[in-house]
């Protein structure tokens, strides 16, 4: 896979992960605060968050979106929650957006020299 690629998939992998935690800290609420899921907030076009959304459902990991031109950006989400699947998903998945993290923050020397630096390993 090429740099470039990666890159985009990363970015792809971290906005879905952001929507999820996003629906996830919302099931308190008694209603989705859009601007938290927001194309704005998450830094992508709004055909994009469409797109992620649209997936994600059809996926089983939330229910409640109602799209009725996804071309133009016409969805509903009034409804919209994160479902057992996508909560299980979050779990799974939040060491992997940590070590992301830390790579981004101390760069991929940095991590070398820190595993480089473990005994026995």
Excluded: Q
């Excluded at 799209?67 to 998903?89: Q, R, S």
């Excluded at 993290?101 to 760069?107: A, F, L, M, Q, R």
């Amino acid at each position: 896979m090429e740099k470039n690629t990666e890159t985009i998939c990363m970015k792809s992998f971290s906005n879905i992960y952001k929507i999820l935690k996003r629906l996830d800290d919302m099931l308190d609420l008694p209603e989705v605060d859009n601007e938290r899921i927001s194309a704005k907030t998450l830094g992508i076009t709004e055909l994009r968050r469409v797109r992620y959304l649209i997936m994600l459902e059809n996926g089983g990991y939330i229910e409640g979106l109602k799209v009725f031109d996804e071309d133009e950006c016409d969805i509903g989400t009034e409804n919209l929650h994160i479902t057992l699947k996508g909560i299980k998903w979050l779990a799974e998945n939040a060491a992997l957006i940590k070590a992301v993290n830390i790579i981004k923050e101390v760069g991929v020397a940095g991590v070398t020299a820190a595993v480089g630096a473990i005994p026995n390993l």
